[in-house]
């Protein structure tokens, strides 16, 4: 009673404090905005890029100008406290001195760089995380940026798709969870604070499900799936405070992210409340043109009236608007919200109060590419890997005398921060070649070959290399460079060979249709392979590959994405053992490329296979390759093994206002320390729709030392149990469900209990 008044009292206080904060808020942005005329307010919704990085053909051209003559709101893609502040001094110049707000994809580090996002979602663990953001907000701030355009949520089902490697893989919970500790990690408790920065998320909506994984490709999508199982991400961000949020390519229900109103104002701003302005993505707006839209002016009428508050590099909104106010295809008031909004959001930044707050050179100079910052890069980046395969627990390495290191990217340090690391620290990350060497020092002989290009073929492998990232292309042919590798393992008592794509084989535009091994490596791992040594592949990658003969090939298999600054000293405390592997895929890797999309939270159809081996005729299922994946959802192996006990629940029945409580006893049972990452899946049995064969509901980390055993316990409530049914009401139906819990998706121990 005393703990509710207490509680009661602190939320009043709490929420009078904020009303407080806007109310000022208000009469400071609505004093402002007496002021402006209609060309100033149409400046702000231009967001113009300075050129660091560009995803398109459009540039910005006369950027000072524009920004002293109030024609620019935003500006992404620049750094360095002395470049902003010029910009800064700028606006300052120009008649109501409202500064510029400052953008970047900062998406998985800053200058310290972490692994791609799809491998930090394999740690599963929100803390590393929340922090990973929180590092990159603090190198990015100190840089002179205030605005990131991160987390990307999309739910990505097809590995085709190159653009996977930047969200969190397959599943709407777990990315739910990733969303709010990023927005978390970037924007703090006070996003005044000179060192938290303004998170956008991305891409609003859908924009992972494009048909047949090729980037930019239209999406269509049921309004049950879309609830379920794809918006869950955004709205997560969104209720973790996102204040902004970017408008995806593609189209929803026929009409594209940027102009569709039911997206951005039904759902987002009335459904969702959302409070904060939303951006077109790279000349969103133009794209409509060729989307089948109309000319620029009614496109970017549409898009302003559907809720898009400010163009990117586009400048529809600048050229257009005030010609489309005129002949009233807008109104005023629309033009007057967008432009609130993006105030606010300076606001909010405390750049009117100090428009250089973000341009502190002594910031610059001790805050970023620290020993701290890169000593927790090392930690998450090792957590991140994947053991795929251990036979015979050929890793850890024990003290090897020789190391024959294989592959086209041993020793490339451009490639070893995957895609979207604009900002790194190029050319100054680690490779396996330095971390190994870092460890082992003279003890160990290292005898190094390329073996293989990326690709055999120059045109492939030209196009796995832009943005001056070279692959280190040797123009010897496949044969010469095979047989040096072959040499070098034949006089060395272990293979680690390093395979797989260069950084920019994922990420934007850069789809695959088949996402094996380019042919020339899969020849030189075969060759390898023929030696009977100790073969250890380790696989650079930025999507789940298709490695089903590489499986059987290789003893061990350690899958390292593009794991950033400190990608050589992990991959070597996971390959010498100093740290036991973790990672766990949050997003399946098929057998070939036929069964995309393969997924685990799928429904069961109305004929499924039974789940013996072999093809069932008349079932739901391939002739030439079985339903599962090679490796499913959730899936990572430790140096050690841990044994699942049965499932323990306290009732049998729960009513809406009760928990179940389910615990599970984990034993190590090997001979190392380990963490454990124990996955909760619930089945709804019987439904007003049909629903998948598993969702996860719940999951926990846990370090478990050799011998030990932990007991794991979870509770499941209503909320758990809760979906879109076919009216869109989100609810539970009363009856039958099954729990399951284990090691992954696929391997579960199952108990059973009904909501009455
Ligand atoms: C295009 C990409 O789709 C988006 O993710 C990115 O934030 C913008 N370009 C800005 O660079």
Redesign the pocket.
Known sequence: MKNNFLLVLLLTLVMGATNAQNTKRDVFIKNLMTKMTIDEKIGQLNLLTGGE?T?GTAVSTDVESKIVAGKIGGL??ISTPQKIRKVQELAMKSRLKIPVIIGM?VIHGYRTTFPIPLGISATWDMSLVEKSARIAAQEATADGICWT?SP?VDIARDPRWGRIAEGSGEDAFLGSKIAAAMVKGYQGKNLKANNTMLSCV??FALYGAAEGGRDYNTTDMSRIRMYNEYLPPYKAALDAGAGSI?ASFNEIDGIPATANKWLLTDLLRKQWGFKGFVVT??TGNNEMIDHGLGDLQTVTYKALAAGTDMD?VGEGFLTTLKKSLAEKKVTMAEIDRACRLILEAKYDLGLFEDPFRYCDENRAKNEIFTAENRAFAREIASKSFVLLKNKNNVLPLNSPKSIALIGPLVNNKENMGGTWAVSENRGNSLTLYDGLKNALGESTQINMARGTNIYSDPVLDANASPFGKSTGRENRSDEDMLKEAVDAAKSSEVIVLALGESAEMSG?SSSRSKIGLPENQQKLLAELSKLGKPLILVIFTGRPLVLETESQQADAILNVWFAGSEAGNAMTDVLLGKVNPSGKITASFPRNEGQIPVYYNHKNTGRPHSGKPGFEKFRSNYLDVPNTPLYPFGYGLSYTTFQYGDLKLDKASITENQKIKVSVDVKNTGNYDGEEVVQLYIRDLVGSVARPVKELKGFEKVLIRKGETKTVNFEIGVEDLKFYNSDLKWLAEKGDFQVMVGTNSDDVKKANFVLK
Do not use: I, N, R, V
């Open positions: 990085a995803t992404f893609s994809d355009f990307m991305k891409h970017m993505d790279y990117m934007e």
